[in-house]
């Protein structure tokens, strides 16, 4: 066991017990040993759950992110994000899910044209879905596209435990979904013109089947987006927001790395990581990723550690350490 996982453990009389105990009696192998390291991953995931349960939050719309409401939006989810602190999210990332997408980064290492990552949320950043037909009787407006995707289970979009119970539950069966989206004005010309600077990649909150769908009209030649992260890379907090936490990328230094998205929870474990762009809905004028291209090359792409250009831009983590101290959380 690693020393660094020992204090990891240090405040698990339990699992520090049987661990102390099995290594007198049981020879190490390879098979024990990775028994052992799932038995200490699920403590701290547990641990990590039962954290999370004890603090409610009703978090703030995504609606509410829009041009007139944007220092307002940034104010309230940061109080929110400010009270998650003592949170350890670290041991999230012990579930085994949320690593199953992610690209091997080491073994890119030593490409020497590796550039800086820019990662891309897909919903209300890039492209609004009409899931609930919000627009559908609207004649004023047409959706860009119809994009069609198959699944094993009917409601995707639900929360996470109830995908998990109806897994259990109900024989598998295909279900085709067809959904109308609205396409942020500058997508495929901002995909082209980040690629020329960046390593571009999606990181969604959707399902993979959805976000495949859309990211095949997005890109279909498969030129523009080089790395895919999905629901499952994400961390679920409480069904109530998800996070995007940047450690997932193994092998990749975080100064490097960047993450556009219209939800400030995604930033929750790294601020000075997030560029905050107001959500999409079926704004024929919307200006954003526009603005969003000439940030990130001109401030972005020359500098050497993204995180404190972008911090000095946005200031999320200055202001979220000042609401730390001032409501003392
Ligand atoms: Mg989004």
Redesign the pocket.
Known sequence: MKSNNKQLLKDSLNIKSIFEESENIIPKSNVFKSKEDKNKNDFLLGKFKRQISRICIFPVS?KENYSGNYDKYVQMTLTHIAQLKKINFEYALKDPNIMKDVPNFETEKNDKKQKKILLL?????LIHADFDEDYAEDKSVKYDTIIKFVTKNENIFENFEDEIEEEKTEEEEEIEHSVGIFVRNGVKEFLEEVNKYFDVGIFT?SEKEYADAVIAFLDPEKKLIKYRLYRNSCINFNDSFTIKDLRILKGVDLKNVLLV???MYSFATQLQNGILINSFYCDRNDTELYNVLGYLINFIFPADDIRKVNEQFFNFQKVTNDLISINNF
């Open positions: 995504n949320d897909l919903d209300e950043t909150a998205d219209n939800s």
